[in-house]
């Protein structure tokens, strides 16, 4: 069993940053990706980025070039550092990992991240 607790969403202004975190523990194999996801209000989910444990990635159109995702895998968390924030990025952030071997993948709480002025 994995676990995934996100930290660091919040309330944050149209055009200004914020860095969510995601911190796996449990049983976790390699090759494996970490990702986040998202989901607005009566929509839903979609990818916004994945990084696989040998640091490939992988952006949705709507935030290449703003966001950055990155992972520490000595400590089995992944990063997404969200810049020039827009309205329509609001919604609830989730984190996944998928073990690529087994196809087994755990989500985290979600985190909510809004921009608004």
């Known amino acids: 069993q994995v676990q995934l607790v996100e930290s660091g969403g919040g309330l944050v202004q149209p055009g200004g940053s914020l860095r969510v975190s995601c911190a796996a523990s449990g049983i976790i194999f390699s090759p494996n990706v970490m990702g986040w996801y998202r989901q607005a209000p009566g929509k839903e989910r979609e990818l916004v980025a994945t990084?696989?444990?040998?640091?490939?990635?992988n952006y949705a159109d709507s935030v290449k070039g703003r966001f950055t995702i990155s992972r520490d895998n000595a400590k089995n968390t992944v990063y997404l550092q969200m810049n020039n924030l827009r309205p329509e990025d609001t919604a609830v952030y989730y984190c996944?990992?998928?073990?690529?071997?087994?196809?087994?993948?755990?989500w985290g709480q979600g985190t909510q991240v809004t921009v608004s002025s």
């Open positions: 996944n990992i998928k073990m690529m071997i087994s196809a087994a993948q755990y």
């Open positions: 990084i696989s444990s040998g640091g490939s990635t």
